[in-house]
């Protein structure tokens, strides 16, 4: 079986029908290519910029807006600490299903914390060196109304910690390009508990689905809707 992705999971929540047309049927819709440009640009930007690419062509095709939008991402203090990598498939199981997805980035600065002796300790307190990594996600439009409980935040998440054990230093944050603001959610061994059942309900759900009745509700914006009625 294919991992579960952020968006799979997204979609099986907003309509099982929609899911099945998607990802069982595999019918793709064509949407208005406006409609990503503007990310799609500064993903890539972003993703060359951090693997010490020159930029210097690509930044002369950005119109003013996206040179904006360039400046609060190269100014913002997550994208400035150190880089590990940048468009990074990470995946990981929960219960029995496999569950993954593409970071925009990943990145980290050294602290010395510990787990054991908090904020602030220092090596001579007893405290061990260890790094606070922080998974970016940059939105030119706008971030999810929900974001602790967004599959993005929880798929990442649960993937880098199995990946790095990471013991509580591991951060989510999505980078408001728009606004100029972060959001930062922290994971906490009760979210990794939390996080971890939620998943493995949404995908049982989905495997065990058969019975993929319309949803009326998200119906009016669906673009499978030609093919539903
Ligand atoms: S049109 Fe409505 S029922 Fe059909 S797939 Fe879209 S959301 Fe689901």
Redesign the pocket.
Known sequence: MNSFSPNMLKTFE??P??YY?KYVQNISVPQPVSFFEKGKKIHALANYYLKGADISNLLRELSFEEHQIWENLLNNEFFQKSYVNSEYNLSAKVGDFWIGGRLDALMKNLSLTSPLAGEGASLADGGLKSDIYYILDYKTGSIPKNPEYDYQTMVYLICADRLLKTYGTLKFVYIDLKNNKNCVIEFTPERRIEYTEKLTKICTEISQTQDVA???D??KF?E??KF??
Do not use: H, L, Q, T
């Open positions: 907003i309509c029908k929609k047309f319309s949803s009326s998200n119906c669906c499978y809707v539903c009625f």
